[in-house]
């Protein structure tokens, strides 16, 4: 990974910590936010049809997804942390969309969505998935017991 990636992969994630861990916190304590409608408070929330207590629920994942991000090792809780921003902020703009808001109430929501992917995309290798099946054509087996070897008597089709 190039320095200029490592910086980018940096700032982006570290930005989604600090938008996703703040939005969290307002959200778990109920934060009114009269007036605003990005990040949603309450205030937000019942503007954008939502029920109250699904700021707790939004605030726990957003807070313990942080948390998986960041932390060294476990990818498969990194891959599912990015999910779940990305599905957060997704559906944050088509809520907004959805009630007709003007754009300006888009901005929060896009700029994290932007952040997530590039996060995502110029993560470390040690904080990626190993694909089952980059791991199994790394080794070639040409053994005649391979899974891509003929079995038994089988004639070819059409002979």
Same mark, same amino acid.
């Given at each position: 990974?190039?320095?200029?990636?490592?910086?980018?992969?940096?700032?982006?994630?570290?930005?989604?910590? @600090?938008?996703?861990?703040?939005?969290?916190?307002?959200?778990?304590?109920?934060?009114?936010?009269?007036?605003?409608?990005?990040?949603?408070?309450?205030?937000?929330?019942?503007?954008?049809?939502?029920?109250?207590?699904?700021?707790?629920?939004?605030?726990?994942?957003?807070?313990?997804?942080?948390?998986?991000?960041?932390?060294?090792?476990?990818?498969?809780?990194?891959?599912?942390?990015?999910?779940?921003?990305?599905?957060?902020?997704?559906?944050?703009?088509?809520?907004?969309?959805?009630?007709?808001?003007?754009?300006?109430?888009?901005?929060?929501?896009?700029?994290?969505?932007?952040?997530?992917?590039?996060?995502?995309?110029?993560?470390?290798?040690?904080?990626?998935?190993?694909?089952?099946?980059?791991?199994?054509? @790394?080794?070639?087996?040409?053994?005649?017991?391979? @899974?891509?070897?003929?079995?038994?008597?089988?004639?070819?089709?059409?002979?």
């Amino acid at each position: 990974m190039s320095k200029t990636n490592k910086i980018i992969y940096w700032i982006s994630s570290l930005w989604i910590a @600090a938008g996703m861990l703040s939005s969290g916190v307002l959200q778990l304590l109920k934060v009114q936010g009269t007036g605003t409608v990005s990040p949603p408070g309450v205030f937000g929330m019942t503007h954008l049809g939502y029920p109250i207590y699904f700021l707790t629920i939004l605030g726990i994942w957003k807070i313990l997804g942080v948390v998986a991000m960041l932390i060294p090792k476990f990818p498969l809780l990194k891959e599912w942390a990015y999910a779940g921003f990305f599905f957060a902020m997704s559906g944050a703009i088509y809520s907004h969309v959805a009630v007709g808001d003007p754009a300006k109430e888009l901005f929060p929501a896009s700029l994290l969505l932007v952040m997530i992917v590039i996060s995502w995309y110029l993560r470390p290798a040690d904080r990626k998935l190993v694909s089952v099946n980059e791991h199994s054509h @790394a080794r070639e087996d040409t053994s005649p017991n391979s @899974a891509t070897a003929p079995h038994g008597n089988h004639a070819p089709v059409g002979a």
